[in-house]
């Protein structure tokens, strides 16, 4: 039986595992896959889908069908072309903030967090993580400050955040000292739901093996699969204590010290990228850190519980600062991984099953899609101070560095790692040479041959096609990243930069996004003064000058990507947040202050029916 013969049903079925690309083929192949890939609602959606670097798990179609979907999909792309007129037509919610607070502010699985970091310091109010259910509040034009109240005197440093999946908030928390004891460092398992502590960890509170004070300590955590990642970093300039890595199993309170180093060799940053990579930031000599975490099964009597481990796939050296200038601050941002971030392939055609991720007490997500994480950008900003001699004044000159990489490139470089890999073991604690576990792949693994550290992968070989670093001509605080997308707060403009390769060829193709020379930097500084609004792409590289510049040398990067910038005076106040579906603006001034939510799927006016786009083969009505 040849493919031609098959039903409809049946090459649909088999259509629907095919790439956006390869349907597009299958619809100029002949006129009978045409008018079955053109009859197929499902298959556009999947086609439509991944052109919008989303991915939609296809679950719960009897709340929202196919033909629901497709409408949001397009609305939701004319609300971030249109970004302006959305703002313009006003907030759909404006949700006066609880205490006075300057952050920090996240945005995470449809809920709004504020931490009251310290509290109040004559002890009237107690340190808290604040959170607002938007999915709730948007429903219902009502909302409702909730709060989980840290321990009086505490200072809460970081979280990391796994809603969807676990219901769980980890924060890290710097205990006050009582007496003559030392200052303890703890995380802490909460849940929303509970309003406390999370009901499936064993142990409530983990303590971290230091004994430093909040000023004396970096630390940032993320949740990965069902471990938590943790870097700790000692910021003393004496006798300073060795970085360290921690993976901690919180449902079974077992913390596991995978790798210390000396001080100095890490930043106080990482990204999650899957549920199995992770990206650490490196101080010592600026390079990035890609690591798998692997976890061994738990011993047959079940009593002890999963080992979990570090190893090292790739090392990807950074360009390298200028002298003068030193790291202040480093930070990562990208979306949250979630488990379900795959393409559905055979999701829709699987028996019902329980919605094991989706709490009952919470309304459903306004979106059945989200940001597909082979799409996804991860940005690492880096706060730079200049200590030349040429400063003059006590004032030291402040500059900003955004370095945006694709996932997709960090996943084929994971996918095609060296021959030889570092594992950092459990209780890794010889400054970083301890217990290395060097293996090799293929013949040399096979005979136990002889192994090596991964050899850095220089910048010039994986940095300009896979990254564009920017610096902005001023200095501005805020970045906010979601899926393809970064935004930030540039003079009175919003900016909006998408590298969404499909996007980015199509906007190629269509010519309706003609590069322009404005992005070209010069010494920190923007080349003419560009201050129209619209959309177009962005020159094929951005150039930044070494020496007199806060680089030692020239960098070059060309990850293509489009720029909007819209007006932003009277419409965007002090900072942004965004997770791709809705945009919230913290507006400062006036008592008290506010966060203004839009959202970014709104009924649009012009209510356009899609055409059916064909790559290279024009389009058929």
């Not at 798990?57 to 009897?62: G, H, I, P, R, T």
């Not at 850190?289 to 061994?296: A, P």
Request: with cysteine; glycine share 8%.
């Amino acid at each position: 039986m040849s493919f031609l013969s098959l039903s409809p049903e049946l090459i649909e079925e088999i259509a629907f595992y095919l790439r956006a690309r390869d349907i597009a083929a299958l619809v100029l192949s002949c006129r009978r896959f045409h008018d079955i890939v053109r009859g197929s609602i499902l298959l556009q959606y999947a086609y439509r889908t991944e052109l919008a670097g989303v991915y939609d798990a296809l679950q719960d179609l009897s709340r929202c069908s196919i033909v629901d979907r497709m409408e949001s999909l397009r609305r939701w792309e004319a609300s971030w072309g249109d970004l302006g007129r959305y703002l313009s037509a006003g907030p759909r919610l404006v949700i006066p903030a609880e205490r006075d607070l300057f952050g920090p502010f996240f945005l995470r699985d449809d809920y709004l967090f504020a931490v009251d970091w310290q509290g109040h310091p004559t002890g009237l109010r107690q340190p808290a993580l604040l959170y607002v259910d938007l999915r709730d509040a948007l429903l219902t034009g009502q909302h409702c400050w909730r709060q989980i109240h840290y321990p009086q005197g505490s200072i809460a440093i970081t979280q990391a955040f796994s809603i969807e999946e676990d219901d769980l908030v980890v924060s890290v928390l710097s205990l006050p000292r009582l007496d003559s004891t030392s200052t303890k460092t703890i995380l802490r398992f909460m849940s929303l739901e509970r309003g406390g502590a999370h009901p499936l960890a064993r142990e409530p509170d983990l303590q971290l093996d230091t004994e430093l004070s909040v000023n004396l300590l970096d630390v940032r955590a993320d949740v990965i699969g069902d471990q938590i990642v943790l870097v700790l970093v000692d910021l003393r300039v004496q006798d300073p204590e060795n970085d360290a890595i921690y993976l901690v199993d919180w449902k079974q309170g077992r913390m596991t010290l995978v790798h210390r180093a000396p001080n100095g060799t890490y930043e106080g940053a990482l990204a999650v990228l899957s549920p199995d990579l992770v990206l650490f930031l490196k101080r010592d000599a600026p390079c990035l850190e890609l690591c798998r975490v692997t976890t061994s099964p738990s011993s047959i009597d079940g009593d002890d519980a999963p080992s979990a481990s570090l190893q090292v796939v790739r090392t990807l050296t950074l360009p390298t600062f200028h002298p003068d200038y030193h790291v202040h601050t480093a930070y990562m941002q990208t979306d949250r991984y979630s488990p379900s971030q795959s393409r559905p392939n055979a999701a829709l055609h699987q028996q019902p099953q329980p919605q094991q991720r989706q709490r009952p007490t919470r309304a459903p997500a306004p979106l059945t899609f989200h940001s597909a994480p082979e799409d996804m950008v991860v940005g690492i900003t880096f706060l730079l101070r200049f200590h030349g001699l040429a400063q003059r004044g006590p004032r030291r000159t402040w500059k900003k560095v955004v370095t945006t990489i694709s996932h997709r490139a960090l996943f084929a470089l994971a996918a095609t790692s060296s021959r030889s890999h570092q594992t950092y073991g459990e209780d890794d604690d010889d400054a970083g040479e301890g217990d290395l576990e060097q293996q090799e792949e293929g013949e040399a693994e096979e005979e136990g041959g002889e192994e090596t550290v991964p050899v850095p992968v220089p910048w010039e070989e994986w940095g300009p096609h896979s990254t564009r670093v920017i610096s902005p001509p001023a200095f501005h605080w805020i970045t906010a990243h979601a899926g393809q997308r970064w935004l930030s707060l540039e003079d009175d403009k919003l900016v909006i930069r998408d590298f969404s390769a499909a996007r980015v060829r199509r906007a190629r193709a269509s010519g309706s996004g003609a590069p322009t020379p404005h992005l070209r930097h010069k010494s920190g500084a923007r080349d003419g003064d560009e201050t129209g609004t619209g959309t177009v792409l962005a020159p094929a590289q951005t150039h930044i000058p070494g020496g007199s510049a806060c680089f030692r040398e020239d960098v070059a990067s060309e990850l293509p990507f489009l720029e909007t910038r819209v007006d932003s005076r009277g419409r965007v106040g002090d900072m942004v947040l965004t997770d791709g579906e809705r945009l919230i603006s913290f507006v400062r001034v006036g008592q008290p202050p506010t966060f203004e939510v839009y959202v970014l799927e709104e009924e649009d006016e012009q209510g356009q029916e899609w055409e059916w786009e064909i790559p290279g083969g024009g389009r058929r009505q």
